[in-house]
C-alpha cells in the first residue's frame, strides 16, 4: 500500500511544470538547455494573478512555527487565510526546500487523495489542508540547494509573488550555508516587511528565530550541549555579538529575522528528541557576560536584570521557544498595544504526541559557561502550552499552564514544578 506521502507525490507528478526547457536549432534538432540549479514544481494555475482585496490581508505579522513530524493542516488554512485568500480570489502559496520532493503541492491544493477541490477536508480527519477550495490558484515548490540557485532571477520572481510562503524541514545548514546574504534573502525580507504570512517546519522553523542553531558541524543532543556549551557541534548563527541587541529593525548578520521573535531561539522535534536541555544551552550562551557570571559571545541579558516591556522591543531579555512534534504555534501581532504578540497552538485531530509547545525564560546569568566546562548555576522557567490550554501572550510572557523551572548545575537539569517532567 502506497503512503499518503508516495500518494501524494503521484499526484503532483502528473501536474509537474518540467524545468529542464528545450530549444530548436536552425536544422530541426532539439536540445536541451543547460539545466537550471534549481528545481520547479506546481500544481493549479500559477500564471493566474490572484485579485486579493488588501482589506482582507492581515495587518500585523503572521508566522507558522511548525516542531516537525506530521504536517498541520489547520496551520496552513491558517496562512491562506492570513494571506486574504478567499474563494474566488486566487494565491499563490511557495514552498521553499534545499532538498526532497514536490510532496507539499497536492497536500496543500487538494482536499482528498481523488485530487477533491470542491469541498473541505473533514475536520475530523486529517492530511490535506484543501487550499484549492479555500481560494488558492496554485501552489509552487522550489528545490534550492545552492548559493547559485538562492540568487537565479526565476528563484526569486517565484518567492517574490507568493502570497504566503513556507519553508520545508531538512537540514538547517543547508539553508545558512546557501540561502543566508543571497538575493533570496533579501526577497523573503521583502516578504516579511509586507507581512505576507511565513511558516517553516523542524530546519525550516530553526531559521525563524533572530538566532538559529546552525547545525553547521552537525547536530548536537542537550546532554552534549549541557556538558559543554561551546563544543564543536554547537553553532549558532549569527555570532551574537555581532549585533545590536536594542532595535528589532536592525538584525545585522542575522537570517531572516522576524521581529516578533527578536531576541529569540528557536528548536523544533522538542520532545520527542529530548531537547529541553539543547533548548536551554542555546537560550543560555545568548546571555552577555556579567563579572564572573554570563556567557562569553553573548549580548543579552536574563529575566532577573531587567523587567519585559509591554511591547517585545523594548527588552533584551534572551528568550527560547521549542515545537514539539505534529504542533504548529501560530504567532501574529507587532507588539502595539492594541495588537500584541501572540502565540496559539494547534495540532491535527490524530494526534497520539503532546503536540506541545515550550516557552523558556532564563532567569539569572549562569555562574558557569565557558568552553571545556559543564554549564551551571543556572535557573530557566517555562510555560507550556498545547491543544486544550493553547494560548500565550509573548508581549507580556503570560499564558498556558503554570510555569515550572529548570535548574542546572554541573551539567546536569533537574525540574521543579510539571511532575518533575521537562515536558
Request: some cysteine.
Amino acid at each position: 500500500m502506497k503512503t499518503m506521502q508516495q500518494m501524494r507525490v503521484g499526484i503532483a507528478a502528473a501536474v509537474k511544470i518540467a524545468v529542464g526547457l528545450v530549444c530548436v536549432t536552425s536544422i530541426g534538432v532539439a536540445v536541451a538547455a543547460p539545466k537550471p540549479p534549481y528545481s520547479y514544481f506546481s500544481v493549479g494555475d500559477p500564471t493566474r494573478a490572484p485579485v486579493i482585496n488588501p482589506s482582507d490581508r492581515a495587518s500585523t505579522p503572521s508566522y507558522v512555527l511548525m516542531g516537525g513530524g506530521p504536517d498541520v493542516d489547520q496551520a496552513f488554512q491558517w496562512m491562506i487565510q492570513r494571506a486574504g485568500i478567499k474563494a474566488g480570489s486566487g494565491g499563490r502559496f511557495v514552498i521553499i526546500r534545499a532538498s526532497g520532493t514536490e510532496a507539499y503541492n497536492p497536500y496543500i491544493y487538494y482536499s482528498d487523495a481523488n485530487g477533491g477541490t470542491s469541498t473541505l477536508p473533514p475536520t475530523n480527519q486529517d492530511g490535506w489542508v484543501g487550499g484549492a477550495y479555500l481560494g488558492l490558484s496554485s501552489v509552487e515548490t522550489l528545490v534550492i540547494p545552492s548559493i547559485a540557485a538562492a540568487n537565479h532571477t526565476t528563484v526569486n520572481q517565484i518567492v517574490a509573488r507568493a502570497d504566503a510562503v513556507f519553508i520545508a524541514g531538512g537540514d538547517q545548514s543547508d539553508y545558512i550555508k546557501n540561502w543566508k546574504n543571497t538575493q533570496l534573502d533579501w526577497t523573503l525580507q521583502t516578504l516579511m516587511s509586507r507581512k505576507v504570512p511565513i511558516g517553516g517546519t523542524s530546519a525550516g522553523l530553526a531559521v525563524l528565530g533572530q538566532f538559529d542553531f546552525a547545525a553547521l558541524r552537525g547536530t548536537v543532543t542537550s546532554a552534549q550541549a549541557l556538558a559543554n556549551p561551546y563544543n564543536r557541534y554547537m553553532s549558532l548563527d549569527p555570532t551574537p555579538q555581532t549585533l545590536t541587541p536594542t532595535s528589532p529593525s536592525f538584525s545585522a548578520g542575522a537570517f531572516f529575522a522576524p521581529s516578533p521573535l527578536f531576541n529569540t531561539v528557536l528548536d523544533a522535534h522538542l520532545d520527542e528528541r529530548d531537547r529541553m536541555g539543547r533548548l536551554l544551552v542555546f537560550t543560555s550562551r545568548l546571555i552577555a557576560p556579567y563579572y564572573a557570571a554570563g556567557c562569553s559571545g553573548g549580548i543579552l541579558v536574563p529575566r532577573e536584570a531587567q523587567s519585559l516591556s509591554p511591547t517585545p522591543y523594548g527588552d533584551i531579555v534572551a528568550r527560547g521557544v521549542g515545537v514539539g512534534v505534529e504542533a504548529a504555534l501560530l504567532v501574529s501581532g507587532d507588539g502595539a498595544a492594541s495588537t500584541p504578540i501572540t502565540a496559539s497552538l494547534v495540532t491535527n485531530p490524530t494526534t497520539t504526541t503532546r503536540s506541545a509547545g515550550y516557552f523558556v525564560l532564563p532567569q539569572n546569568y549562569p555562574g558557569q559557561c565557558a568552553s571545556g566546562k559543564p554549564l551551571s548555576g543556572v535557573t530557566a522557567t517555562v510555560v507550556k502550552v498545547d491543544r486544550l490550554n493553547p494560548s500565550f501572550n509573548l508581549s507580556t510572557w503570560s499564558g498556558g499552564y503554570a510555569p515550572y523551572t529548570l535548574r542546572v548545575d554541573n551539567g546536569v537539569m533537574t525540574v521543579t514544578g510539571n511532575g518533575g517532567n521537562p515536558y
